[in-house]
Structures are given as C-alpha cells and as structure tokens.
C-alpha cells in the first residue's frame, strides 16, 4: 500500500519502542539496571532514542516492558512529560515479533514508526516517514547472518530472512522500521504468533514484515548510515564515542584537574585531581579521584580513584579503587604494568 504522503500529514505519529528483554549480553549491568536505561554520552539509550524522535513531532509512544519495566516508565514519564504513553507488559520473552503483537491495541489504524529500544539510529527521520511508503531501515555489513537481511531491487525489498545461514545480501535491518498499513501488519504477526511460526525459537517481526510482502505491501529499503547498536559493552563504548563526538558533550574546565573533549559530566559528579577524557560518560553523583579516565562510561554513584582506565564500563554504585606505585628505576631498565 502506497498513501498520499499529504494524507498522513495530518495524522499523530506513533513510535513503537519494544524495551521487554532482559539485556543477558550487557551483564552484569542489566542486573540492576533494564538496558534502556544504561547510560551512554550522557543519557539513558532510550533518552537518545525519544530526543531523535522528537523533530518529528512524535506525541504518542507505545512502549512494551519487561524486565524491570517500572524503571523505563517512571525515566520516560519524568524526562518526557509531554509524551502520552501507552504501555504494554510483555510477560513471556518470546521475540520482537510477539513485543509488537501485543500493541495492536495502543496502535491503532495509523501509520507507525517502530524503533528497536536498544539502538540509536540517527537519519533523516522526516525523509523516513515523508514518503507514504513502508520502509526497512538497512545497512550494508560485512557479517549479515547475524541479523535479519533484506534483499532489494532498485530500492523495493524482494524478500526478507531472519539470521540466515546463507544470506541473499549484506543489507542488514537495523531495527528501524516504519509502517504504513499497520492493520495488515497486526494481521500478519497474529497469523504468525496463532500459527506459532517460529525462527530461532522466536516469533520474529521479519517474518511478519514478509508475510506482508507476499500479500503485496510495497516495501522500500531505506540506508542508514547512523546505525549506533547498544547491545554489547564494546558497541556501547563506539556509541558513547560516535555520540559525545556527534554532541560535543558539555566538558567545562574543572579546576585542579584536566578534561580533555568530547565528554559528557553530570554538574553532581566530582571530579578531583584527573585527567578525564575525551569520550568519557560520568553520569550522576559519581567521582573520580586521582586518575586517568578515558573512552569509558561511569554510571550514577561510581567511585573511581587512583586509577587508569580505558574502554571501561563502571556500573551504578561500583567502586574501582587502584593504588599508587612507588620506584626507583635504574637506567635502561624496562617495566611494564598491567595490560
Ligand atoms: P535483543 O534481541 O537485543 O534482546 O532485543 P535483549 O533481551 O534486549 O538483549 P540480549 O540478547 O539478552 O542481550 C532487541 C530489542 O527488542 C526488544 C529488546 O528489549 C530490545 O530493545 N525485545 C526483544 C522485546 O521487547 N521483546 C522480546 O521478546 C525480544
């Protein structure tokens, strides 16, 4: 289905966030925290997620909870108020599928935005949704049986699979994903979830999205450059990088200590006697003390003192606590400490 882009100007536009799952790869932070909530360049993923949003004059997010649900609703209804939020609690983990199966409700007739609650993209949103059209979210990679792939002619998706084995492209689909004939969508992931059709052991939006194709639903790919992936501590730290660089962070001069930019601080944290940066993340009420800080994230209340990290993650309330050496080292001597 192709709408008149003029139609839909006048409709409210809705964004799906699914943030249920449980986060297993970024442990042992999803212990205490839902993965929407760890911080990165400053703010919790989902924080970015809804700031990107913004521009298109998004009023109206459908979230699915989880894990720790409770935490991702009072962060966005605190920090968002001008969002009205429907919210829906997905008690069975059982894939992205099935998390947006179950806003049917909350969507509606409308055309929806759908944007994976644990990757900052940042595109040209207006372009996204400006054309009437439904559209794939793609970007080329060199390993695509780690995700869903697309195939595409000229722009209009072919076929879609879920991590396949052996893929019919290198575009993979990024999580960004926007809808325009979301009563056909629901159609299609009630066929999948009451036929209990499974990839992986889950029920897969893929897999919706190309029971829509067969039933004719134009489809284009739409490249995006900014795909800033979450969901593993070393692709956190790149998203921390890309995004304080992208931001400029807000380092001001601290006296008694060097800040080197981009870096993100919360005007509570404490910083003494450091070298703090570039692309460090110190969120709330954390210090640091006598150390070197760089390319690491420290999140609300972490102590770091007397230390030198690097592509470091310190979760809520952690303390790393190193020590100070003392040498005397002779001429042409050679010493190498840690890794
Ligand atoms: P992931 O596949 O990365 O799963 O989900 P996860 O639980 O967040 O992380 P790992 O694999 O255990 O480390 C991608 C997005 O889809 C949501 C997740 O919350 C995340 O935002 N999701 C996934 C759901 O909401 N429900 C599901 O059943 C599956």
Excluded at 251 to 278: F, H, M, N, Y
Aim: glycine content about 12%; some cysteine; overall charge negative.
């Amino acid at each position: 289905m192709k709408v008149s882009p003029a139609l839909l100007k006048g409709m409210p536009m809705k964004a799906i966030i699914p943030v249920a799952g449980i986060g297993t790869r970024l442990r042992p932070h999803t212990h205490t925290i839902p993965k929407a909530l760890v911080p990165v360049a400053g703010k919790p993923i989902v924080g970015h997620i809804l700031e990107e949003l913004a521009p298109l004059g998004v009023k109206e997010i459908v979230l699915v909870t989880g894990y720790m649900g409770d935490r991702v609703k009072d962060y966005v209804a605190e920090s968002f108020p001008y969002l009205e939020v429907c919210c829906v609690e997905q008690e069975e983990r059982l894939g992205l599928g099935h998390a947006i199966y179950l806003t049917k409700e909350c969507v509606g007739d409308g055309p929806v935005l759908i944007v994976l609650g644990d990757t900052v993209v940042t595109a040209d949103y207006s372009a996204f949704v400006g054309g009437g059209r439904t559209l794939i979210g793609v970007k080329e990679v060199d390993d695509p049986q780690r995700f869903g792939v697309v195939e595409a002619r000229e722009g209009r998706v072919m076929g879609l699979v879920e991590k396949p084995d052996v893929p019919p492209s290198n575009l993979a689909i990024v999580g960004l994903y926007y809808i325009v004939n979301s009563p056909l969508l629901f159609e299609c992931l009630t066929e999948v979830v009451e036929k209990d059709i499974r990839t992986k052991g889950e029920y897969q939006l893929t897999d919706a999205l190309k029971l829509m194709l067969e039933r004719g639903e134009d489809m284009g790919v739409y490249p995006v450059d900014g795909w800033h992936d979450c969901g593993l501590p070393e692709t956190l730290l790149d998203t921390n990088r890309v995004l304080l660089k992208r931001s400029g962070g807000n380092g001001k001069s601290i006296e008694g200590s060097i800040i080197l930019p981009p870096v993100s601080i919360d005007p509570t944290a404490v910083i003494e006697k450091s070298v703090v940066g570039p692309y460090v993340s110190v969120a709330a009420g954390a210090t640091i003390r006598d150390s070197v800080v760089r390319d690491s994230i420290l999140s609300s209340g972490a102590i770091v003192e007397m230390s030198l990290l690097s592509r470091s993650l310190i979760g809520e309330g952690a303390v790393v606590r190193g020590h100070f050496q003392r040498l005397n080292v002779g001429d042409s001597s050679e010493i190498e400490m840690g890794a």
